[in-house]
């Protein structure tokens, strides 16, 4: 696929992610390898996952994934979902993402009991009891047996606070 066009930013158009740093042509974007080692590192989501996905930026460090290849760029409203929000101090996953996708980490998962859940999804900031890193998490409840992602929370100092967007909490 090409990559025709200007090179930089232009807020609206897609622009695929370069497979690598080394094949990065605008600065502060990320890299595929990057976000996959990322989702890897951080949520034990293996890169298979990804395999038959292509992430692309519009904007400045707004990046989304879609299942399927497309020509790049492409001028479009929306493509896919929003996963991660990069060109900040701290890569943030989007709750769209983590709704989609938490079901497959392995790490930074924190099971919420029922009273917990329904606190993280109203929006609220609580103690818990979390022995992994700080940063950010997978907020989950337990459903047949296994953690169910309900969205991000921020983990630091011993509490947990829900970013589940105001327009979705319940």
Same mark, same amino acid.
């Given at each position: ?16 992610? !370069?497979? @690598?740093?080394?094949?990065? #042509?605008?600065?502060? +974007?990320?890299? /595929?390898?990057? *976000? $996959?080692?990322?989702? %890897? ?51 943030? !996953?989007? @709750?769209?993402?983590?709704? #989609?996708?938490?079901? +497959?980490?392995? /790490?930074?998962? *924190? $099971?919420?009991?029922? %009273? ?55």
């Amino acid at each position: 696929m090409s990559d025709d066009g200007p090179v930089g930013n232009v807020g609206d158009r897609f622009d695929r992610l !370069p497979a @690598t740093p080394d094949e990065r #042509r605008v600065a502060g +974007r990320v890299a /595929r390898s990057e *976000v $996959v080692d990322y989702l %890897d590192g951080r949520f034990g989501i293996a890169p298979e996952t990804f395999a038959d996905h292509t992430f692309w930026e519009k904007g400045a460090g707004k990046i989304w994934v879609v299942h399927g290849d497309y020509p790049s760029p492409i001028e479009v409203e929306g493509l896919g979902m929003t996963c991660l929000r990069t060109r900040q101090e701290f890569w943030k !996953p989007t @709750t769209d993402f983590v709704q #989609r996708f938490g079901s +497959r980490a392995t /790490r930074n998962v *924190v $099971v919420l009991g029922d %009273d917990a859940a329904a606190r993280f999804m109203s929006g609220e900031e609580q103690a818990v009891a979390w022995d992994g890193d700080w940063g950010y998490l997978v907020g989950a409840r337990e459903t047949a047996g296994a953690p169910a992602p309900l969205g991000v929370g921020l983990y630091t100092y011993g509490k947990l606070r829900s970013m589940v967007p105001k327009g979705r909490r319940r």
